[in-house]
Nanobody
């Protein structure tokens, strides 16, 4: 069973920065894809950023140039560095990992961490 625990959310002023972390059980390199998603009330969960086992990254259009996804393989931790935050970045942020073994795919989610951007 995979366990993901997010941390680092909070209240920040517009233009500020936050760094989210997602601690994973087991080796982070065992996962095929790792990512951050976010969700606001009444809206679907959307991709913020993802990184593959090989290191390829992908970002949502609204965060390109401001957010950076990275991983610490030694600590089995996924990070999301968020700079130049805007009020529209306010959401619950979720960590997700994808584990593919043969023909079986499993997606695992963290419990989410609230990010609020407000003056």
């Amino acid at each position: 069973q995979v366990s993901l625990v997010e941390s680092g959310g909070g209240l920040v002023q517009p233009g500020g920065s936050l760094r989210l972390s997602c601690a994973c059980t087991g080796s982070i390199l065992s996962f095929n894809v790792l990512g951050w998603y976010r969700q606001t009330p009444g809206k679907e969960r959307e991709l913020v950023a993802s990184i593959t086992r090989g290191g390829s990254t992908n970002y949502g259009d609204s965060v390109k140039g401001r957010f950076t996804i990275s991983r610490d393989n030694a600590k089995n931790t996924l990070h999301l560095q968020m700079n130049s935050l805007k009020p529209e970045d306010t959401a619950v942020y979720y960590c997700k990992v994808v584990l593919i073994r043969g023909v079986t795919r499993n997606d695992y989610w963290g419990q989410g961490t609230q990010v609020t951007v407000s003056s």
